[in-house]
C-alpha cells in the first residue's frame, strides 16, 4: 500500500497545477507582464477555434458545393476586402492609444462608424454589377451585396468592447470575438445541405457576424446612441487618419504578392506561393501578429520605463519561439514539405525558405510597429509602411519574372529582413535601447535555433527518413532549451500558477 503514495501524489499534483493554470487563464489580475502573456494565450486560443471551424465547414460544404461556388463567395470577398480596407476609419485604435477617459468619445465613435458603414454598403451595392461583370461572374451580383451587409453590421457592434483591449481584458474581448464560429458553421452546413449552392457560405458570413454584434452587448454593459459631437469627432479623426492609412499600406502589404504572382504568372503559381506562404508565415508572422495585438494597449498603459522593459522582454520572448520555428523551415524545408504536402509540392522549397525569413522578420518586427503606435509615432509607422510597399514593387519587378513564384517569396524575404530591421531600430531609439541590448535580447531564441542547422550539416548525407529523424531530434533538443529558458528566464514555474509546493508538481 505504501508503494502507491507515490503516484496518488504526482496525480494530485499534477491535477492541482492543471487547475490553477486554468484558473490563472482566467483571472484577471496580475501584473501588466501576467496579463499580456495571458492575452497572448487567448489569442492563440481564438485562433485556433475560428480555424477548426473554418476547416469543418470547409470539410463538409467541399463536398457539397462546387469549386465555383468558393470562387464566386472569394470573388465578393475580394470586392469587399478592397474597398472596406480603403475607407477604414482606424478609431478603435485611436481610442485605444488615448491616455485618458473614453467614455466621452464612445457616442461620437460609434456614429462615425455606421455612417461609414451605411456608406460602404451603398457604394458596394452600386458596383455590385459592374465587379460582376468585371470578373465575368454575374451570379456574384447578389452575393456580393449580400457579404458587404457584413461591413455594416460590423458598425453596429458595442463600442464598449474597446474598453477589453484597453484593459487587456482578452478573455471577455475573445469571447465576444469568436462567438460568430458556431452560428456560422451551423448556417453554412444547414443551409448547404438544403440549397446546395453559393448562398449557404454568403449566409453563413452573415450569420456569424450577427452573432458577433450580439454578443458585443452581452460582454460590456456600455449602451451607445447616435451623437455626434463636433469638437471629439475632429480629434477622433485626426489622430484615427494614420491608423487608416497605416491599414491601407498593411493591406496592399499582405495582397500585392498574390496579385502580381496571380496576375504574371498564373493561377498554378499562385497556388504553390500561397500554400507556401500558409506553411511558413502561420508559425511565425502568426504568432507575432497575435503578440502585437497584445502589446500595442499594453504598451499604451505603461509608463516610458515599463515600456523599455517590454520591448526587450516581447522581444527576448517572441524570438525564442519564432527563431527556432524559423531554422526548422529553412534547414529542413524538403522534409517538412515531404511530411506535410507529399512530393508534388517539392517546387515551394525554396520559396519556403524565404518566407519563413519573412515571417520570422514581421513577428519581430511588429514588436516595434506595435511600440510607435503606442507612443504616437504614427507617421513614423506609416512611412515604414509605405517604404515596404514600394521596395516590394521594385523587387517584384526585378525577380518575378525571372525566378517565378520563388522571386514573390524572396521579394517579400528581403523587404521584411529591411523594412522590419529598420522598424526595430526606430523604435528602440524612442526608447534609448542601445543595438547591443537588442542584440543581447534575441540571443536566447538564437541558442533554441541552434540545433537545426547542426543536425541539417551532420544529416546531409542521409536520406529523406533520416533528415526526417534528424529534424525530430533537433525540435526536442530546441524544445529543451526553450523551457529551460522560459523557467529560468521569464519566472513560469508552479509557484507562479499559485502551486505552492512544486514539491508537489515533481511528484
Given amino acids: 500500500m505504501t508503494q502507491a503514495q507515490p503516484p496518488q501524489r504526482s496525480s494530485f499534483g499534477l491535477t492541482r497545477l492543471a487547475r490553477s493554470a486554468v484558473a490563472w487563464l482566467f483571472s484577471a489580475e496580475g501584473s501588466m507582464k501576467e496579463r499580456a502573456l495571458r492575452g497572448t494565450i487567448w489569442l492563440l486560443i481564438a485562433e485556433a477555434i475560428?480555424?477548426?471551424?473554418?476547416?469543418?465547414?470547409?470539410?463538409?460544404?467541399?463536398?457539397?458545393?462546387?469549386?465555383?461556388?468558393f470562387g464566386v463567395l472569394g470573388i465578393a470577398l475580394l470586392v469587399q476586402q478592397w474597398i472596406g480596407s480603403f475607407t477604414q476609419t482606424g478609431l478603435s485604435s485611436a481610442l485605444i492609444q488615448k491616455n485618458s477617459d473614453i467614455r466621452g468619445y464612445l457616442n461620437t465613435a460609434w456614429t462615425i462608424g455606421w455612417i461609414r458603414g451605411s456608406t460602404v454598403f451603398a457604394l458596394i451595392w452600386w458596383l455590385a454589377p459592374p465587379a460582376a461583370a468585371y470578373?465575368?461572374?454575374?451570379?456574384?451580383?447578389?452575393?456580393?451585396?449580400?457579404?458587404a451587409l457584413c461591413l455594416l453590421l460590423w458598425e453596429l457592434a458595442n463600442p464598449g468592447v474597446v474598453y477589453l483591449r484597453r484593459e487587456l481584458d482578452f478573455r471577455r474581448d475573445v469571447a465576444w470575438r469568436i462567438s460568430g464560429a458556431v452560428p456560422g458553421l451551423v448556417a453554412g452546413v444547414v443551409l448547404g445541405v438544403l440549397l446546395r449552392n453559393v448562398w449557404a457560405l454568403a449566409v453563413s458570413l452573415v450569420a456569424s457576424r450577427v452573432a458577433e454584434v450580439i454578443a458585443s452587448y452581452r460582454v460590456h454593459p456600455y449602451r451607445p446612441?447616435?451623437?455626434?459631437e463636433g469638437n471629439r469627432a475632429r480629434e477622433l479623426m485626426h489622430t484615427s487618419k494614420w491608423f487608416s492609412w497605416m491599414n491601407i499600406a498593411g493591406f496592399l502589404e499582405y495582397q500585392l504578392d498574390s496579385l502580381i504572382t496571380a496576375r504574371w504568372l498564373g493561377a498554378r503559381s499562385l497556388g504553390y506561393y500561397q500554400v507556401a506562404a500558409q506553411l511558413a508565415l502561420l508559425p511565425t508572422a502568426g504568432l507575432g501578429g497575435?503578440?502585437?495585438?497584445?502589446?500595442?494597449?499594453?504598451?499604451?498603459?505603461?509608463?516610458?520605463?515599463?515600456?523599455?522593459?517590454?520591448?526587450?522582454?516581447?522581444?527576448?520572448?517572441?524570438?525564442?519561439?519564432?527563431?527556432?520555428?524559423?531554422?526548422?523551415?529553412?534547414f529542413f524545408p524538403r522534409v517538412l514539405v515531404r511530411l506535410a504536402l507529399g512530393n508534388q509540392w517539392d517546387a515551394i522549397v525554396a520559396a519556403l525558405v524565404w518566407l519563413a525569413a519573412a515571417g520570422t522578420a514581421r513577428g519581430l518586427g511588429g514588436v516595434?510597429?506595435?511600440?510607435?503606435?503606442?507612443?504616437?509615432?504614427?507617421?513614423?509607422?506609416?512611412?515604414?509602411?509605405?517604404?515596404?510597399?514600394?521596395?516590394?514593387?521594385?523587387?517584384?519587378?526585378?525577380?518575378?519574372?525571372r525566378f517565378g513564384f520563388t522571386g514573390t517569396a524572396a521579394s517579400v524575404g528581403v523587404a521584411a529582413l529591411l523594412v522590419d530591421a529598420a522598424q526595430l531600430v526606430v523604435a528602440a531609439r524612442v526608447l534609448s535601447v542601445r543595438a547591443g541590448e537588442v542584440i543581447t535580447a534575441l540571443r536566447w531564441g538564437a541558442l533554441a535555433g541552434l540545433p537545426f542547422p547542426v543536425f541539417a550539416l551532420l544529416s546531409g548525407a542521409l536520406d529523406l527518413s533520416g533528415r526526417a529523424v534528424a529534424l525530430l531530434l533537433a525540435s526536442l533538443v530546441a524544445l529543451g532549451v526553450i523551457l529551460a529558458v522560459l523557467r529560468a528566464r521569464f519566472g513560469l514555474t508552479a509557484a507562479a500558477l499559485g502551486v505552492s509546493d512544486p514539491a508537489e508538481v515533481r511528484g
Fill in 50 to 69: 475560428t480555424r477548426l471551424a473554418g476547416v469543418v465547414k470547409l470539410a463538409v460544404l467541399g463536398r457539397l458545393l462546387s469549386p465555383r461556388d
Fill in 368 to 401: 516595434g510597429t506595435a511600440l510607435l503606435q503606442a507612443t504616437g509615432r504614427l507617421k513614423a509607422a506609416m512611412i515604414l509602411q509605405l517604404v515596404r510597399v514600394l521596395l516590394l514593387g521594385a523587387l517584384f519587378c526585378v525577380l518575378v519574372p
Fill in 290 to 330: 497575435q503578440v502585437a495585438a497584445v502589446l500595442f494597449p499594453a504598451f499604451a498603459r505603461i509608463d516610458e520605463g515599463s515600456r523599455r522593459r517590454g520591448f526587450l522582454s516581447a522581444l527576448s520572448a517572441l524570438a525564442l519561439v519564432l527563431l527556432p520555428a524559423a531554422c526548422a523551415l529553412a
Fill in 135 to 147: 470578373f465575368r461572374t454575374p451570379e456574384s451580383v447578389g452575393v456580393i451585396r449580400l457579404t
Fill in 225 to 228: 446612441r447616435p451623437e455626434l
